[in-house]
Antibody, heavy 117, light 107 residues
Framework: QVQLVQSGAEVKKPGASVKVSCKAS????????IHWMRQAPGQGLEWIGR????????DYAPRSQGRVTMTRDASINTAYMELSSLRSDDTAVYYC??????????WGPGTLVTVSS | DIQMTQSPSSLSASVGDRVTITCRAS??????LAWFQQKPGEAPKSLIY???YLQSGVPSKFSGSGFATNFTLTISGLQPEDFGTYYC?????????FGQGTRLDIK
């Protein structure tokens, strides 16, 4: 079955960068976009962007543009989301997810990123 | 961006009740609408995709309907485990957006 396994929690200082991984299994990795979302403490869900694992092409939300980079290593079925110039309001749980138009969404378990001096 | 507006923002219901949550899109999204349930400390759980299709493994007490700009999620025979926050999401445009959430408490 479809599984998305994310890397562990991170604590970073303001101005640093963080790279979160999302390892896919149970389907053809290059066949579906990987989306990244985040949720700040007590807040709603926000879409950050998406990665085409086949081509490496990306689309980012305007708010994320310039600080986020999404990449992949198709040889190990893994997608990455890197966020730079971290601020305290980047503290959130970051989720990767896959959409199959014929069977719906599958989400990873989330990765907590804490930005604190 | 397409704005998604959910109502109500919170509601309290009794075991056995039937509840309905609505979601309105700021423009036509056809049926590119999903519903999620989230409990504290957990990842969102997918319930419905394409407005009315039940995600595999989700009980039939959950149902979705709607098209274009107006959508509803209905939960029948409410049980204590159905508490949590429910979100709608549009994926008609590549810039995916979510509703602000509806918090469901069980009386």
């Amino acid at each position: 079955q479809v599984q998305l396994v994310q890397s562990g929690a991170e604590v970073k200082k303001p101005g640093a960068s963080v790279k979160v991984s999302c390892k896919a299994s149970g389907y053809t990795f290059t066949g579906y976009y990987i989306h990244w979302m985040r949720q700040a403490p007590g807040q709603g869900l926000e879409w950050i962007g998406r990665l085409n694992p086949k081509t490496g092409g990306t689309d980012y939300a305007p708010r994320s543009q310039g600080r986020v980079t999404m990449t992949r290593d198709a040889s190990i079925n893994t997608a990455y989301m890197e966020l730079s110039s971290l601020r305290s309001d980047d503290t959130a749980v970051y989720y990767c997810a896959r959409l199959d138009m014929t069977s719906g969404w599958h989400w990873g378990p989330g990765t907590l990123v804490t930005v604190s001096s | 961006d397409i704005q998604m507006t959910q109502s109500p923002s919170s509601l309290s219901a009794s075991v056995g009740d039937r509840v309905t949550i609505t979601c309105r899109a700021s423009q036509d999204i056809a049926n590119f609408l999903a519903w999620f349930q989230q409990k504290p400390g957990e990842a969102p759980k997918s319930l419905i995709y394409a407005a009315s299709y039940l995600q595999s493994g989700v009980p039939s007490k959950f149902s979705g309907s709607g098209f274009a700009t107006n959508f509803t999620l209905t939960i029948s025979g409410l049980q204590p485990e159905d508490f949590g926050t429910y979100y709608c999401q549009q994926y008609n445009s590549y810039a995916i957006t979510f509703g602000q959430g509806t918090r469901l408490d069980i009386k």
